[in-house]
């Protein structure tokens, strides 16, 4: 081929493959192109932060809370309260559920947990579809149109309106906004066979979880969503469980259900809606300990079937009475002098105590509790047969039980008039442990704790002769044994008239002038428990020479008061006398005062019960006797009961 040709050819080649390319392109021009569709904002939401966590809890207004009725367990036959040592109500709990990336945990916690398990306790169904209860039928109707949790009040009170379908009417959906998804008119006729009976909240403290517990009943509660919640890293026999920490750091609330507690572990159980795969199976521990720090609002929610176990306390019939004293519910057994009493849970149990005639003294073993929340009195155990207990034989608690020095009036056996007995709030019984050593006359003693550990001594008392029985003993719960703390650092032959423990001091007070009192001159000693050093405080001069003083601990302040003259030792004294005043030591300050006077009836009190929880003190009981007497057949008992909030 010659040259001509091949370029002819070369020529034809390269004008076909232009031809077709300026054909394509055309084509491509013409053909007209569908966009890829760009999501609207209101397509795809970024995540809340709660739902980013999986939380979900709004907590109530603190004023609003306080307002919302209370429901208190009762206490059962024999005015026992029905509370054992272990409970564990998962195993007929669901399964635990997992809420998704939605903040819906409130709606699992009272829709789906509670309502299901009440349902499941009522009619015993196996749980299905047909029987699980819906968060979504909640949910949705409460959060405002955002997927930024709810109040679990909101979804009580939908619950005991509407009531709730089932998830097999309204199935669970934690996608991009099914949270605005509403109930369908057949979805609320259906949840109209499930609703509550009533709702309120229940106190914050370890009985009062306990007895709702103990009754089978869960409780709703708002938790600190802490590190420790997220991510669980401790643990307690082979479970994960939340200890207490310093200032917990948490950005949001969460909703949860307890359902069990155990008093070896010293914790609750807690049911969660992040899945089994996180913490036990779904579940986890929080110590006793943890509570009052990461548990902020608690609440019950009631079928009809147990609404007959619960007292409900109206918040507006509690007045506050800050800075004067308030009389409430009388004692509700015989009237009585030295009654002993002591502290458990905000509880204030009265044990003991006698009634002096000219003719016979009678010596009590009744014990009663009293709830300052309800304002009500429950009977418990009465001390072991032929024991007897007063108020100056030391008396003192270590967690959930009482060590008490109690003597055996029906016998002369040496080993009987210091026995100590243990008594366990819980179970409610008795029981015998190693005897305090004392050495002497058992009376006037101090009875306290500390860090785990209980004293007792100073006793002071023999027949008509004044001793100083001057060792304070530590008692050690864990191995039954006692051993020698230190002695007073003082020759003065004197009772102690008060004391009480405040920070790692223990104070006492006495007079300055012996007994009896030769000037009213009170003086106080500070016996540091962690250095073992005593030091002299302030004293003051009490113009009426009072002595057995009642005395407590409010506020990190030492009262004491009440009581009479010490010319009252005196058989037939002419000068006995009953005052009303209280004196207020502060050891910051290292300085006195005059406190708010006892309003209750008489001209005063000696040998009633004086005793403080956290927040208020109680003063009642005793006797008294007209002024500038001290005949026996002039006594007047009381079975009083009077509250001071500072």
Known sequence: MNTQVRSTLWLFFWSVCISAFLVQCKKADDTPVTPTPVPTPTQVEPLTDVAKEKTGNQLVAQAEYDKIPLYIPVTKKGGRAARITNVDLSTDMPTVGDQGSQGSCTAWATAYALRSYLNFSEKKQTYSEETLFSPSFIYNQINGGKDEGSKITDALNTIVAQGVCTIKDMPYKAGNRDYLIQPTTEQKQKATNYKL???????????????????????????????????????????????????????????????????????????????????????????????????????????????????????????????????RATFPDTKRSRAASFVINDKVYVVGGEAITPTASTAFMSMWMYDPVTNGWAKRADLP????????????????????????????????????????????????????????DFAYAVGFSYNGKGYMG?????????????????????????????????????????????????YILINGGGVPQKNGEKIIYAFNLKTNTWTKKASFVDALKTGFYVSFVLNSKLYCGLGATLDYVKINGSDTSYPNTFYVYDPIKDTWEIGKPFTGPGPGRLYGVGVATSDRAFVGLGLSRPPYTSELKDEILYNDWWEFKP
């Open 197 to 327: 009976a009533s709702w309120g909240r229940t106190v914050i403290k370890t009985d009062y979880f306990q007895e709702a517990l103990s009754l089978k009943l869960p409780i709703i509660v708002g938790v600190k969503a802490t590190s420790e919640l997220l991510v669980p890293v401790q643990k307690s026999s082979g479970e994960f469980i939340i200890n207490k920490t310093d200032n917990p750091v948490f950005r949001n609330y969460h909703a949860m259900v307890v359902v069990g507690f155990d008093e070896t572990r010293q914790a609750f159980k807690l049911m969660n809606s992040w899945g089994k795969g996180w913490g036990n199976n779904g579940y986890i521990w929080m110590s006793y300990a943890a509570v009052p720090d990461l548990i902020t609002q608690a609440y019950v929610g009631l079928s009809s079937n147990v609404l007959s176990n619960f007292i409900v306390v109206d918040p507006s019939a509690i007045v506050n009475t800050s800075g004067q004293w308030t009389e």
């Open 385 to 440: 047969k032929g024991y007897v207990c007063y108020n100056d034989r030391g008396i003192f608690t270590i967690g959930q039980k009482a060590y008490a020095s109690l003597y055996n009036q029906s016998t002369v056996n040496a080993s009987d008039q210091y026995a100590l007995f243990e008594y366990d709030a819980v179970k409610d019984t008795w029981q015998r442990k190693n005897n305090f050593p004392a050495n002497n």
């Open 458 to 506: 100073f006793n002071s008392y023999a027949g008509t002769t004044w001793l100083q029985g001057r060792i304070l003993y530590e008692y050690d719960n864990q191995t039954d044994s006692w051993t020698k703390k230190t002695e007073l650092p003082f020759d003065i032959q004197a009772i102690i008239n008060a004391y009480g423990v405040i920070g790692d001091n223990l």
